[in-house]
């Protein structure tokens, strides 16, 4: 397969870029300067004498706090972006995988959350990103939608990252512990990527959106803590509620998805995430 990654210089983009020697087939990578989805004319003058069999769109505005007040340019990457992306999918028939969060969801009844379960976005990011999806939905294309949820890699700024970071300056942490998710890493997500376009699975018009993290859940706290202990960290760390520190933008309290159906739709395993964790900071951080 010939694969276009778009937003290539964010830490999904990067992933692909890391996983692209261990594959068959052939990527191109494209970042904002190259291909920019805001505009129907880049595309399509990138895209002039070249034909893709997948589109996957790792580009996106993912700053959840400056989204409230960067609202025109947040919904421009997250909606429009990704009907300039659609258009141009469904005219060529081009395949088109696109990523939105955890964060389009508001669980109020503490089960893990299924795709079809109320959308309620309690930030602009979350209804920016809700608003990309839709396009998908009423797109006659072979797209599918991925929806995961507290990304990390290597590239760019993300918690592991920056809690890591932090315990380099030696001072104790407060981390808030009323926040429940699914932790992700990048690598896990952009290998099943692949997995998912190499089975090459019709997909019911009904049924593009799919939630994917890794396994089980914990809380940021948790989280923290485990990231601390992995990197030989000794510095104290305390769990404080969500209310501790300021925030733009509101987030689900509870947020934890269930990943059964992409599981059955694609036959997959899936890592947990405190293995594919230690993965991280003990083998891919160095
Ligand atoms: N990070 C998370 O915790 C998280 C959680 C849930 C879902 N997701 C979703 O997962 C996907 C990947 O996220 P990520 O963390 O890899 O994002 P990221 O690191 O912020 O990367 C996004 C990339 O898109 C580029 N970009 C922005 N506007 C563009 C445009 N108009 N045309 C082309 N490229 C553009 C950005 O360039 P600049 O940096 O130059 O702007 C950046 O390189 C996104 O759809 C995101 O919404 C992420």
New binding site residues.
Partial sequence: MRLLI??S?????QEFYRIKSLSKHKFLFT??NQ????SIDSINSYMSDIKVDCIIN?????DVRKAEVEREKAFD?NSN?VKNLVVYCEKTQTRLIH????YVYNSLNKKPINEDELIDPQNYYGYS?REGEKHIENSKGESIVIR????YSKY?N?FVNTIIDKSKTGKNLKVINDQFGCPTY?KDLAETVIKILEIDKRIDEKTKIFNYSNGGSTNWFDFAKKILKLYGSKIKIEPVDSEYFKDEAKRPKFSITSKQKIINTFNLEINNWDSSLTNYVINDLK
């Fill in positions: 778009t937003g210089n964010g830490q999904l983009g970042d904002y291909l920019n989805i805001c790792c580009a996106a505005y993912t990457v972006g990523f939105s969060t955890d990103k995961t949820s507290w990304l760019g993300n990048a």
